[in-house]
T-cell receptor, first 115, second 114 residues
Framework: AQSVTQLGSHVSVSEGALVLLRCNYSSSVPPYLFWYVQYPNQGLQLLLKYTTGATLVKGINGFEAEFKKSETSFHLTKPSAHMSDAAEYFCAVRLTYSSASKIIFGSGTRLSIRP | AAGVIQSPRHLIKEKRETATLKCYPIPRHDTVYWYQQGPGQDPQFLISFYEKMQSDKGSIPDRFSAQQFSDYHSELNMSSLELGDSALYFC?????????????FGSGTRLTVV
């Protein structure tokens, strides 16, 4: 069965510092991987996704993630944090070979930005 | 661009009452998914529909039921509400071909059971 594990339920960085949110996945087949962001009292917004091809994917708001099969990881990074990045971030995985298969979310990481 | 529309945005019900949540997918999307997100929790998959037929089922209580209609909108019916049903309920939609690339989520319905 596929699943994702997010390391660290809360990450705090200074404004301008590197953001690194960790995600490891387990899947018996090549996965499709996603990062979603959720701002307070709002819905889930897709940040970026990995399906096939280039392992370094770029998303919105300056975020990017790299799919590393050997490490079963899909960590999310941003070179310089901005106050507006404070939110909850969810890593998610989906089977590739199933019609209408569901997305499974990790437990989420709350990102706080210190002035 | 049109998004996934959920109604109502907020709903307050008493224990043992019934609630109906509605979801209107993006035009030409034929698949709808329902998720429940409790306070401080990650979204948990409840149920999904493709072409008006249930396609997958997750941790949906027997007190809940859902269906997708001919216009592809979906309704989640919740009966005998309990305090623990208080949560944010998300609907998402996709086309089957685009499903592997992720869904588009609605803004959610916040249900509070008192």
């Amino acid at each position: 069965a596929q699943s994702v594990t997010q390391l660290g339920s809360h990450v705090s960085v200074s404004e301008g510092a590197l953001v690194l949110l960790r995600c490891n996945y387990s899947s018996s087949v090549p996965p499709y991987l996603f990062w979603y962001v959720q701002y307070p009292n709002q819905g889930l917004q897709l940040l970026l996704k990995y399906t096939t091809g280039a392992t370094l994917v770029k998303g919105i708001n300056g975020f990017e993630a790299e799919f590393k099969k050997s490490e079963t990881s899909f960590h999310l990074t941003k070179p310089s944090a901005h106050m507006s990045d404070a939110a909850e971030y969810f890593c998610a995985v989906r089977l590739t070979y199933s019609s209408a298969s569901k997305i499974i979310f990790g437990s989420g990481t709350r990102l706080s930005i210190r002035p | 661009a049109a998004g996934v529309i959920q109604s109502p945005r907020h709903l307050i019900k008493e224990k043992r009452e019934t609630a109906t949540l509605k979801c209107y997918p993006i035009p030409r999307h034929d698949t709808v998914y329902w998720y429940q997100q409790g306070p401080g929790q990650d979204p948990q998959f409840l149920i999904s529909f493709y072409e008006k037929m249930q396609s997958d089922k997750g941790s949906i209580p027997d007190r809940f039921s859902a269906q997708q209609f001919s216009d592809y909108h979906s309704e989640l019916n919740m009966s005998s509400l309990e305090l623990g049903d208080s949560a944010l309920y998300f609907c998402a939609s996709s086309s089957l071909e685009g499903a592997v690339y992720g869904y588009t989520f609605g803004s959610g319905t916040r249900l509070t059971v008192v």
